[in-house]
């Protein structure tokens, strides 16, 4: 190491600690809904501050005010101890604040390296933009961030998980002195958290402030250096991360211990609602298979976990069943109806939906109500002589609304005002309200709380015993087996075991995905001890939670 670096790296080292930014009394008014009420929070050098919370607390709203997304309706901010305005995001990455949204906000039709540079682009001694630059410094980030992507690669042909690396390297390009990092990892493998964390402990240690948020509590409490907790847009409890676990988090963002776990729940099945034959899925731009010749019965009133790892084809098979892409070979029965080349609308109308995993881009309009989100899929059910009834198809969606328990002040709210995980629960009420007999979940709990997953599982579970039969795939290990009736685990395109959730171990599920080898100590079949309902969230206690693999 240089002197020069030698000298940087201790000044941030003598100086951490220090705080930059100072949120006070803030508060934020949306129509009749507080989001936040008073709330005063610090952000310190060369530290990660992570936020833990409920969907709706507020969390994300706060991080909005301190990258200047949104203006704060009463209190000030202070950065480096003077008051200050943010204007705009602009206004705000100019003082060195960053934000990586929840949302992806990618242009899907630009390159990657357009999407980094986008509103910042690189000036050549023309005054043309100097695309050869900016190529070459998007390549050192995708190397940075251990992601084999080239530059000119468009957005929309990257998975989403790459597309949220792609966020991150955005980020990274400015002279960010605060980043602030909104559910970074969601759609992130094992090893891609990994190597942002790594990337996390470069940028604090050269004295750059972290604000991280994340509902996967372990990793977040792994990479915090202090935790702050919200419940109800009030900030609750702070402590240092070196004096708080799993249980001190679940309790001071719900109240109570999480205690979902439906392995004993009842077990009475119908008929089989969903059979799946010798089914095949290759890709249409490139010809690969995707999906191998699976098959699988699911019946009425049983919920199946699909899990797997990264590219084992999970989403692949998932929207070939829902209709959106084609199938290359087998059948796909629904009541014994074989669907054939049925469309996705003529499915929804025979009783099969989709919640798909990009609630953003696949599950809601942007400029549309909660309400009108929510019956979009329905609407038909409400039409008499050609006219919507509007008096019933408002029942219908508060109904839903409170059935699946979101949090807005109606169904008359953009649903751009709702947090990630409360948008999720509109894209699962809407398909409900289609009255389905087979519901497919792809990540139904991306995104969403410790405390909103128990309340989403069990509905699902309620719904099952109306004889609703339901596939879901999730990428939590600890999610398969606290929330399904049976697991098939997918590998390279294949259905390689299927194992009961009351009696198989984290270890089998996870070694039987190629996640990796089985440990010897735990013995096939396990015990009460080795299942996972240890944890109270139903997720993995692991440093980086090992079984996070991110989109198929």
């Known amino acids: 190491m240089s002197t020069a670096s030698t000298v940087t790296t201790t000044a941030a080292d003598d100086r951490a600690g220090e705080v930059v930014l100072r949120a006070i009394d803030i508060s934020k008014t949306y129509d009749v809904t507080r989001a936040l009420k008073g709330v005063n929070f610090e952000v310190r050098r060369g530290q990660v501050t992570v936020l833990?919370?409920?969907?709706?607390?507020?969390?994300?709203?706060?991080?909005?005010?301190?990258?200047?997304?949104?203006?704060?309706?009463?209190?000030?901010?202070?950065?480096?101890?003077?008051?200050?305005?943010?204007?705009?995001?602009?206004?705000?990455?100019?003082?060195?604040?960053?934000?990586?949204?929840?949302?992806?906000?990618?242009?899907?039709?630009?390159s990657v390296r357009d999407n980094i540079f986008i509103g910042r682009e690189l000036r050549s001694r023309t005054g043309g933009i100097d695309f050869a630059r900016e190529g070459e410094i998007t390549r050192r980030l995708m190397e940075r961030l251990e992601e084999p992507i080239r530059p000119t690669t468009l957005v929309?042909?990257?998975?989403?998980?790459?597309?949220?690396?792609?966020?991150?390297?955005?980020?990274?390009?400015?002279?960010?002195?605060?980043?602030?990092?909104?559910?970074?990892?969601?759609?992130?493998?094992?090893?891609?958290?990994?190597?942002?964390?790594k990337v996390i402990r470069e940028l604090t240690s050269q004295g750059v402030a972290i604000v991280y948020i994340s509902h996967h509590?372990?990793?977040?409490?792994?990479?915090?250096?202090?935790?702050?907790?919200?419940?109800?847009?009030?900030?609750?409890?702070?402590?240092?991360?070196?004096n708080i676990d799993l249980s001190w988090v679940v309790r001071q963002m719900v109240g109570r211990e999480a205690d979902y776990d439906f392995r004993d729940a009842p077990r009475e099945y119908g008929d089989v609602a969903l059979s799946l034959q010798n089914v095949t899925v290759a890709e249409l731009d490139t010809g690969r298979v995707a999906v191998n010749d699976v098959s699988l019965d699911v019946r009425e009133g049983e919920i199946v976990c699909l899990y797997g790892l990264m590219g084992a084809g999970r989403t692949e098979l998932m929207e070939a069943v829902a209709g959106r892409d084609p199938i290359s070979g087998g059948r796909i029965l629904l009541g014994g109806t074989d669907l054939g080349t049925t469309s996705v609308k003529d499915r929804i109308a025979l009783g099969l939906g989709l919640v798909p995993e990009d609630r953003q881009r696949d599950g809601l309009v942007q400029m549309m109500s909660v309400g009108a989100n929510m019956s979009l899929a329905s609407l038909l059910s409400t039409v008499k002589n050609l006219f919507i009834q509007?008096?019933?198809?408002?029942?219908?969606?508060?109904?839903?609304?409170a059935e699946v328990r979101v949090k807005t002040s109606g169904p008359n709210a953009l649903i751009t005002s709702l947090s990630g995980g409360n948008q999720q629960k509109v894209v699962i009420g809407k398909m409900l309200l289609t009255a389905p007999k087979v519901l497919l979940l792809?990540?139904?709990?991306?995104?969403?709380?410790?405390?909103?997953?128990?309340?989403?599982?069990?509905?699902?579970?309620?719904?099952?015993?109306?004889?609703?039969?339901?596939?879901?795939?999730?990428?939590?290990?600890?999610?398969?087996?606290?929330?399904?009736?049976r697991i098939v685990v997918m590998s390279r395109g294949r259905f390689v075991r299927e194992l009961d959730p009351r009696t198989c171990t984290r270890d089998e599920v996870m070694a039987a995905s190629g996640e990796h080898e089985p440990a010897d100590d735990v013995p096939h079949g396990g015990t009460a001890a080795d299942r996972p309902g240890g944890s109270p969230t139903g997720t993995v206690p692991t440093a980086v939670n090992a079984d996070r693999n991110g989109a198929s």
């Open 52 to 110: 833990f919370g409920e969907n709706g607390a507020g969390k994300s709203t706060l991080m909005k005010i301190l990258s200047g997304v949104e203006k704060p309706t009463g209190g000030r901010l202070e950065l480096d101890g003077e008051a200050v305005d943010l204007a705009s995001t602009t206004d705000a990455v100019d003082r060195g604040i960053s934000i990586i949204h929840q949302e992806l906000n990618l242009c899907a039709n630009l």
């Open 156 to 197: 929309q042909d990257l998975r989403v998980g790459q597309q949220q690396i792609v966020e991150i390297a955005r980020a990274l390009q400015t002279d960010t002195r605060i980043l602030i990092m909104d559910e970074p990892t969601s759609a992130l493998s094992a090893t891609e958290v990994e190597v942002l964390f």
């Open 217 to 242: 509590l372990e990793e977040a409490i792994e990479i915090a250096d202090h935790a702050v907790v919200f419940r109800d847009g009030e900030l609750v409890a702070t402590e240092e991360a070196a």
């Open 390 to 401: 509007r008096r019933p198809e408002r029942a219908n969606i508060e109904k839903e609304i």
């Open 442 to 485: 792809d990540e139904p709990t991306r995104g969403i709380d410790v405390g909103a997953k128990g309340e989403i599982f069990s509905l699902l579970f309620r719904e099952a015993q109306k004889g609703l039969a339901v596939l879901y795939v999730t990428s939590e290990v600890g999610e398969a087996l606290t929330a399904s009736h």
